[in-house]
C-alpha cells in the first residue's frame, strides 16, 4: 500500500521549463547569438594622384616660405628697432677719447669706395644723418666738436701733436700719435666746418652725411692741449622705413605664394 505524503500546497507543481531546457536526450545545441555582419566600408571616392608638377610646387613653395618668413621678421625688427630708437637714432657709447696733444680726430668717416663714381648716390639714397654726443672731461674747458673735409682738418693739424682714431677694439678707440706743438689756432676761429658745436657740458652736433673725405674732430675750445671727453655717436637712416615696409610686403607675398604651392601640391589631382 502506497503512502502520498502530504506536501504544502503547489509543492506537487515543477517550475514550467526553460525556454533554452532541451528534451532528454536531444544532442542538438543550443541556438548561439546571430552572428554580426562586418560593415561595409563607405566609398571615400578617388585618392589624389601626385604628378611631377604637384611634388615640384610642394617643393618650391617650402624653399619660398624660408626667405618669406625672414623677410617679415626683419621688416618687423627693423621697424621695432626704430621705434624704440631715441629720436630715431641708433646710438652707440664710445669709451673716453682722450690725447695729450691738441685734438682727437677720426680720419676718412667711409670707406675708400664711396668716393668711385658708382657709389656716391648711396649715402643720399639711404639719407643718413650723423649725431655726436659730446661731453668734455675737463671741467676748466669748454669742448669743441667738428666735422669738415680731411684735407683741410689734416691742413689745420699739420705740425700739431694729436691723435688720430684708427680703429675700435669693441669700443675702446685705437689711436696712432702725431707729434709736433701743443698749440693751434682755436677751432671756433676758422671757418671750413661743415658742422660744429661748442661750449660748456654736453655738445650735440647733427650732420647731414655728404659722399668724400670727411673727418671729426674733438677739441678743447681754445686749441689747447690735453683733450678728452665721452662720445656717443648716433646714426639715423630716412631709408629704414621704406626698406622695412618692402621687406614686409614681400615677405607676405613670399609666404602666401608658398603656402597656395604647397597646399595645390599637397592636394594633388583626383581622377573621375
Known sequence: MTTVLDRPDGADQLPPPSPDARPVGDTTFAAGPPATTPPVPTPTGPRPRRSGWHIAAIVVGAVMLLPGFGALAGGTGLLIAQAAADDGFFDVTLDRVESRGVAVTTVDLWDQSADDEGWPWVLDWLDVDVRLRVDGARTTDDVFVGIARTDDIETYLAGARHSEVTGFDERTPEYRQSFGTTSVVAPVDVDFWDASATGAGEQTLTWEAQGGDWSVVVMNADGSADVAADVEVGVHSGAITPISVTM?????????????????????????
Open 248 to 272: 614686409l610686403v614681400v615677405g607676405g607675398i613670399l609666404v602666401i605664394g608658398g603656402t597656395v604651392l604647397i597646399v595645390i601640391g599637397a592636394r594633388g589631382r583626383r581622377d573621375d
